[in-house]
C-alpha cells in the first residue's frame, strides 16, 4: 500500500464523496437487510393462517400485523385493519390475500429504494474514481512535459504511453471498485451477521462456516486469473506494435517485398494470442462454478441445520427463509474479497511503475519565474558537454558569439556535435562545464518559458502532427492568424504546393505528415518556425531534401526576416552556409576553423576541403 499513499491526496481532496457514498452504501444495505425480515415474517405468517384454515379457526384467528408492516403503516399512518379489511365482514381468505398483497408491495419498495440508493453510492464513488483517473492523468501528462530531453532518451515511447493509460486505468479501479466493495462488505457483514446473530447465534456460526473458504478460492483464482490475463495483455501489446510498425512502414515494407513474412510473424503473434486467451478463459470458467458450488454448500448447510433446529422449535420456518436470503447477500461481498485484493496488488504494481516516472525530477528547472524579453546574443565560453546516459563527449572546449542580427552556420561531419550545439542553445540540456550566456546573463539563469517562446527551432527529424497543414504552421503562435500562417509558407517556399492541393492549408497530414515528400515537411517544418517570428532561428540541417533554387528561395526570405534577430544554421551543405556572418567547422566536438566563407577558403583546410569536393559532386549531377 505504500505505492497508493501518493493518492491520498485526491482522497481527500474528494473526501467528501466518500463521506456521502459511505451513508448511500449504509442506506442501500439497511433496505437489503429489511427485506429478509419480510420474507420471514410473511412464510411464518402464511404458516399460521394456513394451519388455523385446516383447523377451521378462521374466526377466532386473530392477524398479528407483522412488525416489519406495522413498521410502515405508522409512518403513513394508516390503520391495519382498514387496509387489510379486518372487522368488515370480509372472508378470511380476502384478508389474507390483502395481507399478500401489502407483504409484496412494502418487498418490491424496499427493493426499490435498495436500488435508487445503490445508484447514489455509484454516482459517488465510481464517479470520485472517474474524477481522480481524470487529475492523475493530468499530473503525470504535465510532469512528463517538464521532463528532460534525457529522459525521453531512456524510455521508449509505447512505456510512457502504458503508464499513462494501462497503469492509471487499473488504479482507478482501486479508487473506484475496490473502495465500494471493501467499504459494502464491512457494513453489509456487521448488518446481515448481526441480524442473523439475533435469530440464532449457533445457526449463524454454521452458515458463515464457507465464505471464508469461498473468499481464499477466489483469492487464488483471481492470481491466476491476473496473471494469464497480464500475459495476454502482453501479447497484444506486441500485436498493436506489430500492426503500428507495419502500416507507418508500409514504403519500406512494400519496397523490400517483405509483405508474406510480415504476415507469417503477425500470424504466429496472433497465434500466440490465441493461446493465451483460450489459457485465460478456461481459469475463468473456474471462477463462477466455484462461487455457486460454495453457495449451495452454504444453503445446504443453512437448511439442513436450520430445518433441525425448527423442528425442536427453536427458529420458525420463516427463520431459514431468512438465512437463506442472507446467505446469498452476504455472498458477493466475500466473493470480492479476493477480487478486491487481486484490484489493490495490480493498482500498487501500476502506481510503484507510474511513481518512478513522478518522482523523477528534470534536470532543466526553471530558476527564474520573471518572464522577459530575449534579443538574441549568444556566448558560448568554452563548453563541454558529455551526455550524462553514454558517457559519449560531444562539445570539447567550444567558444563563441553571435550578435542580433547575425547569422551563425556550423558546418561539420555526422557525429561532429553539431544538434548537440542546438540543443544546448534551446536549454534541452545544460553544459557539463563552461557557460553558455543569451543578452550577458548565463542561460541557467533565464526564465525557460521566456527562452523557448523566442526560439524557432527545426530539428532535422522533421516532425509534423495528424492535422491540418494551417495548424501545423501555426502551432507556435497563439490564435489562429490565417495570414501570419500564409506569410510563413510563401517565405518557407511551400504556399505554392500547399494551395494545389483540395483543400489547401485544410489539408490533412497523415501520420509524421506521411501524405507530403521529404521536401515538403521540410519546408512546413521551417513555415513553423518562421510563423512565431522568433528572435533565435535554429535550423538544424533542414534544407537537405531541397533542391539548390529553393535553398536559394528560403534562404533568401531568411536574410530578410532574421536581419535583426539571430539565426543559426547547421548543415552539411556548404551551399547553405556560406551565406552566414561567421561559420563554424566542426569536427569530433572542436571547431577547428572559423570564419566567413571566404576566410574558410582562402585557409586551404578542412572547409575548403568540404567545399571540393561538393563543387565536384554538384557538376558530376549536371553532367548526368
Known amino acids: 500500500m505504500r505505492a497508493l499513499a501518493h493518492l491520498n491526496k485526491y482522497l481527500w481532496k474528494y473526501k467528501y464523496r466518500i463521506i456521502l457514498g459511505t451513508v448511500f452504501i449504509v442506506a442501500t444495505n439497511l433496505f437489503k437487510i429489511y427485506s429478509p425480515r419480510i420474507i420471514q415474517e410473511a412464510f411464518d405468517l402464511m404458516k399460521e393462517s394456513l394451519e388455523a384454515f385446516d383447523q377451521g379457526n378462521t374466526e377466532n384467528f386473530n392477524i398479528a400485523i407483522p412488525n416489519t408492516i406495522q413498521l410502515v403503516l405508522d409512518l403513513f399512518g394508516l390503520s391495519a385493519n382498514d387496509v387489510l379489511g379486518v372487522g368488515s365482514g370480509q372472508p378470511f381468505s380476502e384478508t389474507l390475500v390483502n395481507l399478500s398483497i401489502l407483504l409484496a408491495v412494502v418487498y418490491f419498495a424496499a427493493a426499490i429504494f435498495s436500488g435508487i440508493f445503490l445508484f447514489f453510492t455509484r454516482q459517488t464513488i465510481i464517479i470520485m474514481s472517474r474524477l481522480i483517473e481524470y487529475d492523475l492523468k493530468n499530473e503525470v501528462f504535465d510532469h512528463y512535459q517538464k521532463l528532460s530531453l534525457a529522459f525521453y532518451r531512456r524510455n521508449n515511447t509505447g512505456d510512457l504511453m502504458n503508464r499513462i493509460s494501462e497503469d492509471v486505468s487499473k488504479v482507478r479501479m482501486y479508487l473506484g471498485p475496490a473502495i465500494m466493495y471493501t467499504i459494502n462488505l464491512v457494513i453489509l457483514s456487521c448488518l446481515a451477521i448481526y441480524a442473523m446473530v439475533r435469530v440464532n447465534l449457533e445457526l449463524t456460526l454454521y452458515v458463515l462456516l464457507p465464505l471464508p473458504i469461498l473468499s481464499i478460492s477466489i483469492y487464488y483464482v483471481s492470481s491466476m486469473i491476473n496473471k494469464r490475463s497480464e500475459k495476454v495483455q502482453k501479447q497484444q501489446a506486441h500485436l498493436s506494435t506489430l500492426v503500428q510498425e507495419s502500416l507507418s512502414g508500409i514504403r519500406v515494407l512494400k519496397a523490400y517485398n517483405r509483405q508474406k513474412s510480415t504476415q507469417d510473424k503477425f500470424t504466429d503473434a496472433c497465434n500466440t494470442y490465441k493461446i493465451d486467451a483460450l489459457s485465460l478463459v478456461k481459469v475463468e470458467a473456474l471462477f463462477m462454478p466455484a462461487i455457486i458450488l460454495l453457495i449451495g454448500l452454504s444453503t445446504v448447510i443453512t437448511i439442513y441445520a436450520g430445518g433441525i433446529k425448527a423442528i425442536n422449535g427453536e427458529i420458525t420456518l420463516g427463520n431459514i427463509a431468512e438465512f437463506v436470503i442472507y446467505v446469498n447477500m452476504l455472498t458477493w461481498p466475500f466473493a470480492s474479497v479476493g477480487w478486491v485484493t487481486s484490484l489493490v496488488q495490480q493498482a500498487a ?219 543559426v544554421i547547421i548543415s552539411h551543405r556548404v551551399s547553405t552556409v556560406k551565406m552566414a556572418d561567421q561559420i563554424l567547422v566542426l569536427d569530433n566536438g572542436k571547431i577547428i576553423e572559423s570564419g566567413t566563407h571566404q576566410d574558410l577558403l582562402n585557409q586551404d583546410g578542412a572547409y575548403n576541403l568540404i567545399y571540393q569536393q561538393q563543387l565536384r559532386e554538384d557538376k558530376k549531377a549536371q553532367a548526368l
Open 349 to 567: 504494481a501500476s502506481q510503484k511503475r507510474i511513481n518512478e516516472f513522478l518522482h523523477t525530477e528534470p534536470e532543466i528547472v526553471n530558476t527564474n519565474a520573471v518572464e522577459h524579453g530575449v534579443n538574441g546574443k549568444i556566448e558560448f565560453d568554452q563548453v563541454t558537454f558529455t551526455y550524462p546516459d553514454s558517457g559519449i563527449t560531444a562539445l570539447e572546449d567550444v567558444s563563441f558569439n553571435i550578435e542580433p542580427g547575425q547569422t551563425l552556420a556550423i558546418i561539420g561531419r555526422t557525429g561532429s556535435g553539431k544538434s548537440t550545439l542546438a540543443n544546448l542553445i534551446c536549454r534541452n540540456y545544460d553544459a557539463t562545464s563552461g557557460e553558455i550566456r543569451v543578452d550577458g546573463k548565463p542561460i541557467e539563469d533565464l526564465n525557460l518559458n521566456s527562452l523557448r517562446s523566442n526560439l524557432g527551432y527545426v530539428p532535422q527529424d522533421v516532425f509534423l502532427f495528424s492535422d491540418t497543414i494551417a495548424h501545423n504552421i501555426g502551432f507556435g503562435i497563439d490564435g489562429d492568424d490565417h495570414h501570419l500562417i500564409e506569410q510563413a509558407a510563401k517565405e518557407a517556399d511551400v504556399y505554392n504546393n500547399i494551395v494545389d492541393f483540395p483543400k489547401g492549408f485544410e489539408t490533412m497530414l497523415g501520420e509524421r505528415g506521411i501524405n507530403l515528400s521529404g521536401g515538403q515537411k521540410q519546408r512546413v517544418s521551417i513555415a513553423r518556425a518562421l510563423a512565431r517570428r522568433p528572435q533565435i532561428l535554429i535550423l538544424d540541417d533542414c534544407l537537405s531534401a531541397v533542391d539548390t533554387e529553393t535553398e536559394e528561395n528560403i534562404l533568401g526570405h531568411l536574410k530578410h526576416i532574421m536581419s535583426d534577430r539571430t539565426t
